[in-house]
């Protein structure tokens, strides 16, 4: 009987934590990964506790969390890990994979028209009948033609001779083409920061840390001006990872416009220098 009581609480625990996943409002996070990471926190489930159910490598597991692409295999294995992971985070997997989309940069090809072939109606005996005719008148007016020209005396025929001198053919002029005549280049504006926040020195890393420790932060910036696919180039002291990165996640910026339009900006870099309090 104990077994079976605690059997039911572990099913109603579960129960809850799934239905706090479901209760997550995909608005307030800045992407999708952020919103499984969460889903997956309030399970209380690790990452290789979700590898463990879902069959994903931990490592793409960690990618779709980080919105780093670059990780993750092509496009298609990469939607259906994003679908896997939602329906084990008992998610909208539709839902989910769309924001994936959106946030991946995945744009889907648009819809290419084809033009329906519509066989015409076969001909009617009349109109088949009516062609014949018509074919016939064709070919007795050709043929009283060609009768026609026989009987038509030969026009005189001017002869050039040996020594006489052939007309002058006009030669076309060719315009040369300017070789400063080229295409306009793109007009890119890189982006800016608008909004920035600092890393705040974790006090467990002060021991045994150096005075000025050194994290360098790779990035995308999306063209929403939002960071994405953040992740550690380089670092000197590992403990000051993730605060690192919970900054550069805060950050805003203008994005890159290419001829006016936004456009994401890739391997984007800032090098922190950290003092130890």
Not at 70 to 84: N, Q, S
Not at 205 to 224: G, H, K, L, N, R
Request: contains cysteine.
């Amino acid at each position: 009987m104990a077994n079976n009581g605690s059997a039911e609480i572990f099913e109603l625990e579960n129960a809850r934590q799934r239905r706090e996943s479901r209760d997550l409002d995909a608005g307030e996070f800045d992407h999708v990964g952020q919103m499984l990471t969460a889903a997956r926190e309030a399970m209380g489930q690790s990452l290789d506790d979700a590898a463990s159910g879902t069959h994903i490598k931990p490592h793409h597991l960690e990618a779709i969390e980080r919105l780093n692409v670059v990780a993750l295999p092509a496009r298609p294995y990469a939607i259906g890990f994003v679908k896997t992971y939602a329906e084990f985070l008992d998610l909208d997997p539709r839902l989910v994979v769309e924001r994936f989309k959106l946030d991946a940069g995945f744009e889907a090809p648009a819809p290419v028209e084809v033009e329906k072939f519509e066989p015409t109606e076969a001909a009617s005996d009349s109109e088949k009948a009516e062609m014949s005719i018509y074919a016939v008148i064709a070919v007795i007016a050709f043929m009283i033609w060609c009768a026609y020209q026989i009987t038509i005396p030969p026009q005189n025929v001017t002869q050039i001779g040996a020594n006489a001198t052939a007309p002058d053919i006009a030669t076309p002029v060719l315009p040369f083409a300017d070789p400063n005549d080229q295409p306009p280049l793109a007009v890119v504006v890189e982006p800016k920061t608008i909004e920035r926040t600092e890393p705040v020195y974790p006090r467990r890393c002060a021991i045994d840390a150096a005075p000025v420790e050194t994290v360098v932060a790779s990035f995308t910036i999306s063209a929403d001006g939002r960071v994405a696919a953040e992740k550690i180039h380089e670092t000197s002291n590992a403990c000051l990872n993730d605060a690192v990165l919970n900054a550069v996640r805060r950050w805003r910026f203008s994005p890159q416009t290419i001829d006016g339009v936004a456009k994401p900006a890739f391997d984007q870099k800032y090098s922190f220098a950290l003092k130890r309090p």
